[in-house]
């Protein structure tokens, strides 16, 4: 469907006039006004498929405003009934699990030292000359290890450079990304090769690697069973939307059920 300018819509008889769904594009920020539009249009459709669904079941008498907004327990409601969401059983949880092992292991943990040569990302010129230094010491580093507590503290930029350049111990999510990759990536010992970072260049010592172990599913069964619950539920709200709107009469709006998001 082309759309040009904003169309009044009739949803089973019901009218969305043009000027509310320009009211509702706000909230679909887009490329192309015209994308806005049809997300608004589509949003309000359901919602009022909603409404009308939830006054023949007898739960409301008359609505106002944006149904799901304002009777968010009733929408709730009114799709456990419709829709008919089973709950997952232990099997397909255990299942899950079962398939699954490698999303369920504690955190590997690094401990580690290093030094920081720090430099601006946008000098490259002190970045170039920072390199230059981090390979100088990396090779003195390869002659003597004992010499990284020394040099530490003579040429890192972090405060760690008081204990010797130590990190202490390290878990996902403690450091920036790019210097996290290949810090977990590594063995023990030292690293043959800086890692650069936003922060500049970082000669490293890894002094101990504690692998992730496998968790028991005693311990993730309840995270397992709302994943699954989860995503059962949204599999069958999206259905149940689709089988509203394909059951609707809906004119001046084609719905594009299989590209909306709203179906997903």
């Known amino acids: 469907m082309s759309l040009t300018?904003?169309?009044?819509?009739?949803v089973n008889g019901h009218k969305i006039p043009a000027?509310?769904?320009?009211a509702e594009i706000q909230?679909?920020?887009?490329?192309?006004?015209?994308e806005a539009m049809i997300q608004a249009a589509e949003s309000l459709?359901?919602?009022?498929?909603l409404s009308q669904k939830a006054k023949e079941k007898g739960l409301i008498q008359t609505v106002s405003g944006k149904f799901a907004d304002n009777h968010p327990d009733l929408v709730d409601k009114l799709i456990n009934q419709e829709a008919?969401?089973?709950e997952c059983t232990e099997t397909e949880c255990r299942r899950y699990f079962d398939s699954n092992r490698d999303k369920f292991t504690s955190a590997p943990i690094v401990e580690a030292k290093h030094i920081l040569l720090a430099a601006d990302p946008q000098n490259l010129e002190e970045r170039a000359k920072m390199q230059q230094i981090a390979e100088s010491l990396l090779a003195e580093l390869k002659q003597d290890i004992e010499q990284f507590s020394r040099l530490a503290k003579s040429y890192s930029a972090c405060p760690s450079k008081e204990v010797g350049g130590n990190l202490g111990q390290l878990s996902s999510?403690?450091?920036v990304p790019e210097f996290q990759r290949q810090l977990f990536a590594a063995g023990t010992g030292l690293m043959a090769t800086p890692i650069e970072s936003r922060f500049g260049y970082h000669l490293v010592f890894i002094q101990r690697k504690v692998e992730g172990t496998l968790l028991p599913y005693e311990q993730v069964k309840a995270k397992i069973r709302h994943y699954l619950n989860d995503k059962v539920q949204r599999k069958a709200i999206a259905q149940y939307l689709y089988r509203l709107v394909s059951e609707a009469d809906v004119q001046?709006?084609?719905?594009d059920l299989s590209n909306s998001p709203l179906m997903l």
């Open 27 to 34: 909230y679909y920020p887009a490329s192309t006004r015209r």
């Open 5 to 10: 300018n904003t169309p009044d819509i009739l």
């Open 84 to 86: 008919n969401i089973p």
């Open 252 to 255: 001046g709006f084609d719905f």
């Open 19 to 22: 000027s509310k769904i320009d």
């Open 45 to 49: 459709i359901i919602e009022e498929l």
């Open 173 to 175: 999510g403690q450091t």
